[in-house]
């Protein structure tokens, strides 16, 4: 809410200035965002009008003014493509100091004398940005001093006001804080002119819980005018358009008391009688702004016997609003229910800044100021003849809130000891009484709040009220020791392995992304197999693109792995970990965490001089690694297939059982519907899967003592053989002697024919009790090789070496 | 036979002073004096000779065995003690780019996020993690938000089903903690959080929070002031400069805003904090659990006090490393993501 200096100090005694009030008003829970001081300018920097704009002779981009400055004419050098004859702009003149201090000399611009300078926005220090020079509005004298134009200076504060604290929407709300914490008081409204003849309008309330209280005033002899200057700055300044000064003056005492006033045209209220009533069904009402409504019985309205007027806190009505023609008022000040008012402008579509108010709850005691201040201000500014006392209707008085507050609850939950005294005198600053002594025992009292501090219902409310007075300064910062629950390890097993596995794969080289889980259209290669019906679509998105939560990390690693390369990166290696979702069960669904690889683009040809257009082994590899990492055995592996991978080109990893991971070349149209026209290889790890799996904790196994026997084995197979295959026959062919087994070559060639393949093999072999013999490793091999030739018809190439012939 | 070892001579003479490390002095070694080399042949073989040859050809092989054997001792000590190259530049351009080993970076989020898991753990809170679909009872109404409370109208929520949610705060996780645990409670809960919120520099419609809660029978608004006071010296610097003041949040009563001093213009007023704010840059909101939020759990709010709190981790990154602009963590350049 924006607030001037002047008319906050109209009600209270203000800080030396206003940085200190913004500081005031923090420290009370009102943090300002920004203080827009009143500009002051040098009076030497006046208003001119440009008579003539000739180019400048040396320079294509600058231009020569002939600017009438009243006294005297100038000769300036402008820079600004906007300046053009006849604008009125503001002139620093030679000697003039601009608000950011530097001081203005003659000077020759490009070898041409400037006499001054025309000012911008931003050189003045009215905004903080600017383009071109400030065309000044209106028709300002010239030769005048541009503060004119500025008015008041007043500075402005954005006051930032949380939820609860509806009672400071307005100036006096907020002088109320600043007298707190000034031990001062809010000074009183001026008491209305005396009142003269005019009787107040009868008043009838249908229903008290729609209408808690309802005040009525006249006021005739009206002159509608523009609004007094001070008037006018005041609105404008905070952000309002100003109309007229009737208009003007019930806006003004709604910002200034929080509380609407609506002025109905006295002329148009048939007998002068005012019903507050429901709506019945059919019933239609033409608003201010010229809208038809539709009434139904939801709706409060003001009506007089014939016809409705407004509705009731939320509008008035095109008929009986104030027009130029109007001279005599009818001011009505109320409490309308907040539900009520809420729902019915709900129905209607309408919010407007009365209606807000409103909802929010206006101060009943409040209503009867606010409607003598403005009938105070008509009568000033528009030479207005206070009619009688107000009608006052109110039947929804409710006797002030009591809350008990114990001194030993305060000093529990503030971390200080404060005194009986100070407590009360804290709470008396914000007018909330103590209305029965401290009792004994729990050292107990009762304290009643005003009737504007709605927000005031328990104990805690008290006792920050207390700590606000105190000051949230003066409590001691403090951290105290204490132990997590006993059996609470700390960290969930899972998000450590979650840090670990994101650990690995950035050692890995993978760049970590993160992407919306809000996403558009979901391709139907991540679909769930459940169908459609298992996305998650957001009911209210903000747009198309932003309509279901995600089921697969693959396609936001793409598309970001497209946009890179795009961007003219050479290769782009992703990893992402991250919540996919799926609709069911209800009632909140399923969510599962995954790890999404990608790899795509060339590699830098200088790191990786061999480097393979199909990096389809790389990124397995760079799966095996992390998931060796873990300590889990990463061999054991099975086609896949989903609609996410290329015809033949997917491979599940698994383990106990369990898919800990799914990999492969991206299939073209997955790659094609996140706009990656490049071919791609990804893998998806399962969080949940791999936490089962991997050990907790390694344990040592001891070094070998003896040596190893090393065999290079190589065998002939057709080509339609899968490794994995052959690998696993070693494995179990080979005894307790084999150690490990390692592929180093795969060779294809006409010697062996067409559909041959050659696989070559490192085997090791050891024993944990004693030095092998070499006719035991040749009686194992020899076993292996037959045990190869029945599961896979292979022939052995060229014999068994012995290691050592191996580079 | 003469002949030719004092032809093998020179040659392997040759050799071994222009050997420029200590490989090619090895493979002169192994060429001229090796178990393979000519003249381990030729000693090898004198047992076939006639005894005159035997005598002359012995005692001039022996001699050039002995010289080349010097021979090399001295290359070798020229070399340097370790045999290696002593003038490597001359044959090799160590200039060279190494061959790059691709080194993949962590999100600025998530080192940020490990960071301020790492603070709270040495200060003793639980990291505990909770869903991102939410039903309403454990995003609002538990916490002092039921139906029609005005402050659900602040926050703009996602609705998957009229009772179904994406969480708009992991205050929801502080609830299911709760709501199984019985205190004391120390707990941090890292997550992401949703709102239907304009998409500018400083707002985006997904992001990261952190939020903390700490359930005891003594905990007062001491403590968490201690706490964070604690925790913004260890993220931003032990000199920053912490405000507390009041605020409000509906599950919390007192409620507190924080704010540290601009560290980069010092609080005259820039750019990050704006010109005209005075220099305080709010991180965190927190405050007194609201006696409400415990009876929703079953806790009775006579015997436990506690304290929550809870910061946007994009503004906490955005501060402290400097990045204008909150979607640059969603875009995951390379370009970015490379710069931390």
Not at chain 1, 456 to 480: F, N, Q, S
Not at chain 2, 268 to 282: A, D, N
Request: hydrophobic share 40%; glycine share 10%; with cysteine.
């Amino acid at each position: 809410m924006k607030v001037t200096w002047g008319w906050l100090a109209d009600w209270v005694d203000l800080p030396p200035t206003p940085e200190a009030l913004a500081e005031v008003l923090a420290m009370r829970g009102f943090p300002v965002a920004a203080i827009e001081q009143g500009a002051t300018l040098d009076p030497a920097i006046v208003v001119g009008r440009v008579l003539e704009v000739s180019p400048h002779p040396n320079a294509d981009r600058l231009r020569l003014c002939s600017v009438d400055i009243g006294a005297s004419k100038l000769s300036i050098v402008c820079g600004a493509s906007n300046v053009a004859p006849g604008m009125a702009v503001a002139v620093a003149q030679i000697g003039s100091k601009l608000p950011d201090g530097t001081k203005l000399r003659k000077s020759k611009i490009r070898g041409v004398e400037s006499e001054g300078m025309i000012c911008s926005e931003r050189e003045l220090g009215l905004s903080a940005e600017s383009e071109g020079i400030w065309a000044l509005p209106g028709n300002p004298a010239v030769g005048g001093p541009v503060q004119a134009v500025l008015g008041t200076g007043d500075a402005i504060l954005d006051v930032e006001i949380t939820a609860n604290r509806t009672d400071c929407m307005s100036v006096r709300g907020l002088a109320r804080e600043i007298a707190s914490s000034g031990r001062k008081h809010v000074k009183q409204a001026p008491p209305p002119p005396a009142p003269e003849k005019a009787p107040p309008p009868r008043v009838t309330v249908e229903d008290p819980r729609d209408c808690r209280r309802y005040m009525a005033r006249v006021v005739e002899g009206l002159r509608i005018a523009p609004s007094p200057d001070w008037l006018k700055q005041r609105l404008e300044a905070t952000g309002f358009r100003s109309i007229n000064n009737v208009v003007d003056v019930t806006n003004y005492v709604l910002r200034t008391h929080g509380q609407p006033i609506h002025a109905f045209d006295a002329s148009r209220v048939d007998g002068m009688e005012i019903l507050v009533r429901r709506a019945r069904a059919g019933e239609k009402l033409t608003l201010l702004d010229g809208r038809d409504v539709a009434l139904h019985p939801g709706v409060l309205l003001i009506a007089d016997r014939k016809k409705p007027l407004a509705l009731a806190g939320i509008m008035g009505g095109l008929e009986s609003g104030v027009t130029d023609a109007t001279t005599r008022v009818i001011l009505e000040s109320a409490e309308f229910a907040p539900e009520l008012t809420r729902d019915a402008a709900r129905s209607l579509g309408l919010d407007t800044d009365a209606s807000q108010r409103f909802i929010q709850g206006v101060d009943p005691v409040g209503v009867a100021t606010a409607l003598d201040e403005t009938a105070r201000l008509l009568a000033e500014t528009a030479s207005g003849a206070v009619g009688q006392p107000a009608t006052d209707l109110w039947p929804g008085k409710t006797p002030p809130r009591s809350v008990r507050l114990r001194r030993g609850r305060l000093t529990r939950l503030l971390g200080i000891d404060v005194g009986r005294d100070v407590i009360a005198d804290a709470l008396a600053t914000l007018e909330i009484r103590q209305t029965a002594p401290w009792d004994g025992t729990d050292e107990a009292a009762t304290f009643e709040s005003p009737s504007y501090r709605k927000d005031l219902e328990i104990e805690e409310d008290l006792i920050e009220e207390v700590a606000r007075v105190v000051g949230y300064d003066k409590i001691p910062a403090r951290v105290t020791g204490g132990q997590v629950a006993a059996g609470w390890s700390g960290v969930p097993s899972s998000a450590s392995l979650l840090t670990r596995i994101m650990e690995i794969a950035c050692g890995l080289g993978f760049d970590e992304i993160i992407s919306n889980a809000l996403v558009g259209a979901i391709p139907p290669e991540v679909t769930p197999e459940s169908g459609p019906t298992d996305l998650w679509e957001v009911q209210n998105p903000k747009s198309r693109e932003l309509k279901h939560l995600r089921t697969s990390l693959l396609p936001g690693l793409l598309h970001a792995a497209g946009r890179n390369l795009r961007h003219g990166v050479r290769e782009a290696r992703l990893v992402e970990a991250g919540t996919v979702f799926r609709a069911s069960p209800p009632p909140l669904g399923s969510e599962r965490i995954e790890i999404g690889f990608v790899l795509t683009g060339a590699p830098d040809p200088w790191a990786e001089p061999s480097g393979s257009d199909d990096r389809y082994l790389e990124l397995k590899g760079a799966i095996e690694s992390c998931l060796e990492a873990l300590g889990i055995d990463s061999r054991k592996s099975a086609p896949y297939h989903d609609r996410c991978w290329a015809r033949d080109a997917g491979l599940s990893i698994e383990s106990e059982g369990k898919k800990l991971a799914r990999l492969g070349q991206v299939s073209l149209q997955l790659a094609a519907a996140t706009d990656l026209e490049r071919p791609a290889w990804a893998a998806v790890l399962d969080l949940l899967a791999i936490a089962e799996v991997a050990p907790a904790r390694r344990r040592f196994t001891p070094l070998p003592k003896y040596p190893a026997v090393k065999r290079d084995l190589a065998i002939v197979v057709d080509r339609a053989v899968r490794q994995g295959e052959v690998e696993e026959t070693i494995r179990r062919g080979g005894g307790r002697l084999l150690e490990s087994v390692r592929l180093f070559d795969v060779f294809e060639g006409e010697q062996l024919g067409s559909d041959k393949k050659s696989l070559a093999y490192a085997l090791v072999f050891r024993s944990t009790e004693r030095t092998l013999q070499d006719r035991e490793v040749d009686q194992a091999v020899s076993d292996l090789v037959r045990a190869l030739g029945a599961a896979h018809g292979a022939t052995l190439r060229g014999g068994v070496e012995s290691a050592a012939g191996r580079p | 036979m003469i002949e030719r070892l004092d032809a093998l001579e020179t040659e392997a003479a040759r050799a071994m002073d222009a050997a420029r490390d200590g490989g090619a002095l090895e493979e002169a070694r192994v060429r001229w004096l090796g178990r393979k080399s000519e003249l381990t042949q030729i000693l090898r073989g004198l047992k076939d000779l006639t005894p005159a040859e035997r005598s002359s050809v012995g005692a001039r092989a022996n001699q050039l065995r002995e010289s080349l054997e010097r021979r090399y001792e001295e290359s070798r000590a020229r070399l340097g003690a370790d045999g290696g190259p002593s003038d490597a530049a001359a044959s090799r351009d160590l200039t060279l780019p190494g061959r790059s080993i691709p080194r993949g970076h962590r999100h600025l989020i998530s080192q940020v996020l490990a960071e301020v898991r790492g603070i709270f753990h040495g200060m003793g809170y639980a990291l505990a993690e909770g869903p991102e679909v939410e039903d309403d009872a454990h995003n609002f109404g538990a916490l002092n938000m039921p139906k029609g409370h005005p402050a659900r109208a602040l926050t703009d929520t996602f609705y998957l089903r009229p009772e179904v949610l994406l969480r708009t705060h992991t205050s929801s996780v502080q609830i299911r903690v709760m709501e199984q645990r019985r205190p004391p409670i120390r707990i941090i809960c890292p997550g992401r959080v949703y709102r239907n919120e304009a998409v500018d520099a400083t707002h985006l419609f997904e992001f990261h929070q952190v939020e903390g809660l700490y359930v005891d029978e003594n905990v007062t608004l001491a403590d968490l002031k201690g706490t964070l006071d604690s925790f913004l010296k260890q993220y931003f610097g032990p000199n920053t400069e912490m405000r507390f003041s009041p605020s409000y949040f509906p599950f919390v009563e007192p409620g507190a805003q924080v704010e540290i001093r601009c560290f980069f213009c010092s609080g005259k007023g820039c750019g990050v904090c704006g010109p005209l704010s005075g220099g305080w840059l709010e991180v965190l909101g927190a405050g007194m659990v609201h006696p409400n939020v415990f009876r929703a759990v079953g806790y009775d709010p006579e015997r436990y006090t506690g304290f929550a709190f809870g910061a946007g981790i994009e503004r906490l990154t955005m501060l402290r490393h400097g990045v204008p602009d909150i979607r640059l963590f969603y875009e995951n350049d390379i370009r970015f993501l490379h710069q931390f």
